[in-house]
């Protein structure tokens, strides 16, 4: 009888740690998979120029890309350049979110704001990246609040839709439901209409990264000194793939980790979710 209890005591203490074992894997296995097609790509291109399949004169082999970021870290240039990107975005992604989350919301919530107002916006969205450039020159110079005002520009289109569009989809049986428990404005808005809209809030917010990102290429070839944009510039003028390849590289990476810091930071609030998952992903 002793050994029995033994046993049922020792089973329950043991099965948290395989869980957590099990979790940590499926944590780590995510991003691990995610690699295995870049570096595959990689590799097989470093293996073809080696084998003289190509010179690697216009796409440079890892190797002399890896050798062009360690001269360019070396130096600091890479850091510099990087740093200075990194604060156009965070500043241009700071003020189209705002804007574009406020008016989302009024136009969302207000249909007669939203006839008013929105058609303007549909058009102005409509406007390729480049078109905002030469006006936004002439109005704002070619220091750093034009290549904010661009970015800005550029995140503000996403999030606007994305927060509008979830407002106007919120379903009308849960709002009925907080009124028929006479929730006020405020509780209305934190308990049923703040997660209704969040999801789809965070996606807008993702889209508003990636095209930040985007603009802020077209915003550093408007006479930038310092940036990414600027290494792809200088590497063209200057023949230099490498240097270009490697600018390239240094965008998908700090991108990536900026849209993973977005998915970190509002993983908790979204724990509520009863999302779909593969047969894979739950074992």
Do not use: C
Not at 139 to 148: H, P, Q
Not at 191 to 210: E, K, M, Q, T
Not at 256 to 271: E, H, M, Q, S, Y
């Amino acid at each position: 009888m002793s050994l029995v209890r033994m046993s049922a005591a020792i089973e329950p203490a043991a099965q948290p740690k395989q869980k957590t074992g099990k979790s940590v894997l499926a944590r780590w296995s995510g991003p691990a998979l995610g690699l295995i097609l870049p570096l595959g790509l990689a590799v097989g291109w470093e293996l073809a120029v080696r084998a003289g399949l190509s010179n690697g004169r216009l796409v440079p082999p890892p190797s002399v890309i890896y050798a062009t970021f360690a001269e360019l870290a070396k130096t600091g240039e890479l850091q510099r350049h990087a740093a200075a990107t990194l604060a156009r975005v965070v500043a241009g992604f700071g003020i189209g979110v705002v804007v574009g989350t406020l008016l989302g919301a009024i136009t969302g919530y207000s249909m007669l704001v939203r006839r008013f107002i929105d058609p303007s916006l549909q058009a102005l969205r409509a406007i390729p990246s480049i078109a905002w450039v030469p006006l936004f020159i002439l109005w704002l110079g070619i220091f750093e609040a034009s290549k904010v005002t661009l970015i800005a520009v550029g995140v503000f289109f996403p999030v606007y839709l994305g927060v509008m569009g979830a407002v106007m989809s919120v379903d009308r049986k849960i709002v009925e439901v907080g009124r028929a428990f006479r929730l006020s404005g405020a509780k209305m808005v934190r308990r049923i209409l703040l997660p209704a809209v969040l999801p789809a809030y965070v996606i807008a917010l993702r889209s508003g990264l990636g095209l930040g990102w985007m603009f802020v290429v077209a915003a550093e070839f408007m006479g930038a000194s310092e940036g990414l944009g600027f290494l792809l510039v200088d590497g063209q003028q200057l023949g230099k793939p490498a240097q270009i390849v490697a600018a390239i590289v240094a965008f998908a990476v700090i991108g990536k980790i900026t849209d993973w810091l977005i998915v970190g930071i509002t993983a908790p609030f979204l724990r509520w979710e009863d999302r779909f998952k593969s047969p894979a992903a739950e074992g």
